[in-house]
């Protein structure tokens, strides 16, 4: 029997195009190189299937530019899809860019219709779906979220991203069932009790977005004391250049969306 929260056996990813120098970014730290973002993607898309997974792998959606970042249009469940509305007004449209592939992936997807939520502020844990209130996030998101997953066994507890932090997931992930790769910042505000949680090494807060794939922690390069740390506790990592992705405040989960069919 698989964990639906971290084994998989599909992922959907998507090419990044030339509009990837337009993509949204809190602060400009520089203008990201296509050619360097595709060789990292294609060795993101490389170590997903490694694993044994199968990836689809959809081509670019120039007119959008952020729309490499798959995970923030929808939410993929054991019993179902959520199509996303994300906060960002120039992400909207890339719902819809989605739907068609899901509605092949899953027989119920289902859409959030009138707040705003974004999957990079949903974590998946084996006990509950924690969704973080942010800047792209609002309570009716939440709300709506919450009533369309309960048909589905799901419950969510609303917790708060920290302030200056996109999306919760920037500063978490799930290693496996019960633990949980945090920054302190965020780990302090109480939301994880009950998880066993390892904290990113002090200065390496952008090593916390992560994914466990299958047997895999896939992680940002250039963080070598969060690595040793998690090599330490076991967990098998592969290190992926982020460097053009870190540019638009974008890592590992975003890349992705990640599912399991029977
Ligand atoms: C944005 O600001 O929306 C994109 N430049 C980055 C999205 C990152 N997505 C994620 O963390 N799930």
New binding site residues.
Partial sequence: MRNPTFEFTHAITRRPTASIVD????EDIGTPDLDQMLRDHAHYVATLKATGAEVIELSGADAF??AV?V??TALCLPKGAVLMR?G?AS?LGEVAEMEATLRECFSDVRQITKGHI????ILVTDREILVGRSD?TDAAGVAELTEIVADWGHSVREVFTPPGV??F??DCSLLDADTILSTKRLAESGCFEGYRVLHVAEGEEAAA?TIRFNDTVLCPAGFPRTVSMLHENGYKVVEVNNSE?AK????M??LSLRFNKA
């Fill in positions: 993509g949204l970014r809190a530019p952020d970042f995970e923030d994300p960002a992400r974004e999957g990079g502020d792209r996109l999306h997931k920037t977005n992705c638009l405040d974008g890592g989960s975003c």
